[in-house]
């Protein structure tokens, strides 16, 4: 009896989970390494999820219950080194496992930007600047959402873009996914705080999805939340701890100074330690912002620059759930067809 193929899944998010379960369903020999004690990556972090306000737990519950039982996940593990041999590649694990793999696939996802790099805005100097990871947190945990001196905001702003489009950092993709993230929080916010006032401040909004246009639109006529088009140039704090905000109003063509209570930046996506390391470490080829290249990013998307190893998900740009989701499904064909090549 001939032995089952083998294949690695390095990163335990969304696309690492998906791949796996189908790969093993198909009777293959599955590895899922993970380096932290849990898998679900980022989506796990997050409370509700939009359009929908569905709640994460649901996504990770059902892709971990369908998780087959013969998937070898290893959490708490990262990745020493790989090396080819012959047709087939040896993986060294920090734990000092060596796992001889027929294909590799990498989904290692992305990590927030460092939002500290955009040293304008005083996230990490000023208390009442946060990210919208770190507001997401507050949602999940169910807390109140206070400032330093622990009042309610009456006026919250929410920054666009940060990490994202932006030429001075060098980040000049979209992340695709802030804009309407953005609307969903600040939606939330007005849900728990009726009273407050939310601005949106945002260099063009990008509602790509089939009813991101209809949460936007909720937005401003059912909660009142406010879109200012412009980028802000300067956040600084007053005396009493609120935040005083610069932009230009690009649409009415004049500078503004507003003062905020609490603002949130939405922070876009970078390629992630595990990404960068793995890059690295294969020499593989990467795309001019700096994510994982593919061979062809219509019709080889989830090859990469070496034969036998593919990529899935946000390792190579940045996705929404759905879109990592099939993009995981995607890699899976194209390891099928590789894996059957090799074995005729």
Known sequence: MALKQKIVVIGGGIAGIEASSILSRMDYDVT???KTDNIGGH??????????QRKSDEIIEYLKANIPSNIKIKLNTTVSTIAKSNTSFVVSLSDNELIETDSILISTGYDLF?????????YGIYDNVITSAELEKLFRENKPILTKSGKEPQRIGFVHCVGSRDRKINNIYCSKVCCVTA???AIEVRQKLPYSEAYCFYMDLRMYGLSFEEIYNESQEKYGVTFIRGRLSEAAENKEGQIIVKVEDTLLGRPMKMTMDLLVLMVGMTPSEGTSGLIKML??????????????EHTQSNITSHPGI??????????SIDDTLADARGA???ILEYLNSNAQ
Not at 114 to 122: H, I, M, P, V
């Open 283 to 296: 020499n593989l080829e990467t795309n001019s912002s700096h994510f994982i290249a593919s061979k062809d």
């Open 332 to 334: 899976v064909v194209k």
């Open 183 to 185: 609307v969903k929080q």
């Open 114 to 122: 460092d939002a500290k790099l955009k040293e304008e805005y005083g």
């Open 310 to 319: 593919f990529v899935a998900g946000a390792a190579t740009s940045p996705k």
């Open 32 to 34: 899922l390494i993970e």
């Open 43 to 52: 989506v796990a972090q997050w409370d509700r999820l939009f359009p929908d």
